[in-house]
């Protein structure tokens, strides 16, 4: 498993993103999808369901070039001059091949999304994600509020890995992720503009060097009024029999987003609240090269050839390192004292306030993060605790 760098703070090098995959996988996708945001005036982020017929032609015809390599026997692929027409007929007919063209479509509109909002990247430190994964959503959707339209948010690190594992059906896809150890990448998105209510949209997936490990999509609607706890229990089939679409062609199963699951989407929107919180502990803006000159500088020779090697495998992609310098939760110092002894401690979860007020007239409020915090005495103080014998209990025995 490579070394988990960013907590230890050895080597802080961006691991490769779902972002640089694409762009390795399929540079004409990525290049065309890229060069759509850049000249792009969109105010919002785009769903799958605003490209028009000129862009999913495209995708197609990537799909196409997928199916000739992957059924190489079959006469539709083969044949020489094939028939376009045929070729999609064969393609709608094959469901692995129409949920990659759907997966394409994401792929597409993110990276439009991406570029168009300037290319934001958020890394969430280990120490952090602890906190946010033990931190209740108790507080209103108005309160949900991205930095940008759409940027990508990383986490590398276990309970992250765990969590996203448990989105897929697959057990020895989970193993293989989580035997590697893989980063997570979401994309993360406004599909309509808040506060009047609309939807986020989380596009995210476990890359490697050759392909998207678990690729998910989940689209939770931020209604007024509405607690983000509801957000996140959004049911799209109950939506859709009250006359409310989603957008159609992002892949879902709301069956596949309840429990356990949910912890992943959790730990994303505590970070969407935190990046908006009072005080959070945000990095400056970090490049990869720029450590790797800083790093290549006072190391020696075979020192600076390591730097070097390993820059190669890093992201390409500048970045915000959010909570690095938290200090782990689960290795508490001693707790505060209480009014009562407690012999055993236990985890006290995190929540919200919104009552930091700001901007014009102070109408403005930013959410307060309550940290989860343990409470009762430390291990030391449980093993050393005397055990004071009376009178009459030796009198009873």
């Known amino acids: 498993m490579a070394t988990r760098i960013f907590s230890q703070r050895k080597l802080d ?6 972002d640089d995959g694409i762009r390795k996988w399929f540079p004409t996708l990525y290049e065309r999808a890229a060069r ?31 199916g000739q390599r992957h059924y ?20 709608m007919s094959k469901p692995e091949l129409m949920q990659l063209f759907t997966i394409f479509q994401c792929y597409y509109v993110n990276i439009c999304n991406f570029t168009r909002f300037g290319q934001k990247v958020y890394y969430f430190s280990p120490s952090l994600v602890e906190r946010l994964a033990h931190t209740e959503l108790n507080v209103a959707t108005e309160l949900i509020k991205l930095p940008f339209s759409s940027c990508l948010f990383v986490f590398d690190d276990i309970i992250s890995r765990e ?6 059906s697959s057990l020895s896809h989970a193993q293989r992720a989580l035997r590697l150890g893989l980063p997570i990448s979401s994309y993360v998105s406004y599909l309509q503009p808040p506060p009047a209510g609309g939807t986020l949209w989380c596009f995210s ?11 998910t999509s989940r689209a939770m609607q931020l209604s007024p009024n509405q607690r983000v706890e509801d957000a996140l229990l959004t049911r799209w089939t109950e939506a859709e029999d009250k006359g409310e679409e989603q957008q159609s062609n992002i892949p879902r199963s709301d069956s596949s987003f309840s429990g356990d699951a949910l912890l992943f989407y959790r730990i994303i929107l505590n970070g969407i609240l ?43 992609l500048a970045y915000i390192e959010v909570g690095a310098n938290l200090p782990a939760l ?37 959410p307060v993060f309550i940290e989860p915090y ?24």
């Open 72 to 91: 190489p026997k079959d006469p539709v692929w083969r044949t020489k001059g094939y028939s376009r027409a045929r070729a999609l007929e064969a393609m």
């Open 274 to 316: 935190y990046l908006s919180s009072n005080h959070p502990d945000i990095s400056p803006l970090i490049r990869s090269s720029d450590r790797v000159l800083h790093q290549s500088s006072n190391s020696g020779l075979h020192g600076s050839q390591s730097v070097t090697r390993r820059s190669t495998q890093s992201s390409r």
């Open 205 to 215: 997936a476990m890359p490697d060097r050759r392909k998207a490990q678990i690729v």
């Open 330 to 366: 689960s290795h508490p110092a001693g707790g505060a004292l209480t009014g009562r002894l407690l012999v055993q401690r236990h985890l006290v979860r995190g929540h919200w306030r919104s009552r930091q007020h700001y901007g014009p007239g102070r109408s403005l409020t930013k």
């Open 374 to 397: 343990w409470r009762g005495p430390d291990a030391a103080e449980i093993i050393n605790r005397p055990y004071v014998v009376t009178l009459g209990d030796l009198d009873e025995s």
């Open 36 to 66: 759509e945001g850049r000249n792009s005036s969109i105010q919002s982020a785009l769903g799958p369901q605003d490209l028009g017929i000129e862009d999913n032609g495209f995708l197609g015809e990537l799909v196409i070039a997928e």
């Open 13 to 18: 090098l961006l691991q490769p993103t779902l």
């Open 163 to 168: 969590a996203y594992a448990r989105l897929t």
